[in-house]
């Protein structure tokens, strides 16, 4: 499958090798590519430059955030929060129009007294996503679990753990849901709803930072416990 | 144990009944006691009037929030959110100080937009009532769940899901877990740091009320699902 991966960072990356490594034909774009692989900044993540992580994945292209956008049957937004909607500008209406788009995008800044949403209440990032592009199908998804979970949950509780999705098209969440089952072996994906979920999901960030300080490690998750029916 | 609870709304109730059918010796607070007990409103989650509950829970007394607190060795908040710093307000520092305090208030206003939180990111409500109250170990526990999950867990996965808490307080966060466990039988008590963890579990919330809505059942919960040590 083609997959536009917006974004070059460690979640961009991640997504990007899991999915190149199952046989995917993924290109992840940039601001600016040329200076995104000249620079010596070493992610947290990755553990390595951009140009020295495209080393081991040459198979995966570092482009425009356009080209990306271009190539993608599906795309996934995994910029930082501050830079999701010049991201999706940049790639612009026309490459996005009719296409799944996966938000996995947080809108956190940090001072020294942690952190803070920028966009919450009765708005969020992924609705300021889908206004600025309406036609688009904006899934959120993936954004409450750190980069190694996403592609890979059975690192912890043997996959026993829910993610939240929500969008305003039940076709595109089907598709995500299977998607998200095929590549990385996703079993409860919990449908949340229309995208007005993503208020809740990019809100449970701030307990999900929490749990990862409170546990010392960002392996961690929720699982969805229901009472029985009718209860 | 003699338990002071602070409101008489549904929170209040469901944890007065529980506590004092357990053989506690419980006393609620109120703004205004005869007024609440003269009140014809039915309340949701126990669906009755006050003075109707208080007919079936006749050992629970009903008086004033300074009268609750004077009587309690432990303080449960469980007014609605608007209403936490006027109640403790009202039963005042000489009755609060050297207590634990345990906050099970949210701060949540709803509109047609749906829920917002009133306190948010770099401070919150648990932090506000114990600013307030410099003297009293205020430990946030129990928000995160519904009333009657509060005071029986096991209606859910077999109790096998997770309550956070936090506060400044080591002793009294441990005394707290130890009595959730002795209470109600709650197992998975997750101590999330300082009070400054409310932030996080408060915020949670908005996410709770999505999952409520996604699942159509309060009977929900989250378990927190850890990687292995070393990941």
């Not at 020294?112 to 209440?121: A, C, R």
């Not at 208020?199 to 029985?228: C, D, H, M």
Request: negative net charge; proline residues 3%.
């Amino acid at each position: 499958m083609r997959i536009g991966i917006l974004g070059t960072g460690g979640v961009g990356r991640t997504l990007a090798g899991a999915l190149s490594g199952r046989g995917h034909d993924v290109e992840m774009g940039s601001r600016d590519p040329e200076a995104a692989l000249a620079s010596t900044d070493v992610n947290q993540q990755t553990d390595t430059t951009l140009s020295g992580w495209h080393d081991s994945n040459a198979a995966v292209r570092v482009a425009t955030f356009a080209e990306a956008a271009a190539h993608g049957e599906v795309l996934m937004l995994a910029t930082a929060g501050d830079g999701s909607l010049a991201a999706t500008a940049a790639a612009g209406d026309d490459l996005l129009d009719g296409k799944v788009l996966i938000d996995i995008s947080n809108p956190l800044s940090w001072s020294d007294q942690g952190p803070s949403l920028t966009v919450m209440n009765t708005d969020s990032l992924a609705e300021q996503v889908q206004r600025q592009h309406p036609g688009a199908h904006v899934v959120k998804a993936l954004n409450t679990v750190t980069a190694s979970v996403m592609v890979d949950p059975s690192m912890l509780g043997g996959g026993d753990h829910t993610l939240p999705i929500c969008g305003n098209d039940d076709d595109a969440k089907r598709q995500v849901t299977r998607w998200l089952g095929e590549w990385f072996g996703w079993r409860d994906v919990l449908d949340l709803g229309d995208l007005s979920g993503a208020r809740a999901t990019e809100a449970y960030l701030l307990f999900w930072i929490r749990l990862y300080q409170a546990t010392g490690s960002p392996i961690v998750n929720t699982k969805v416990v229901r009472g029985r029916p009718g209860r």
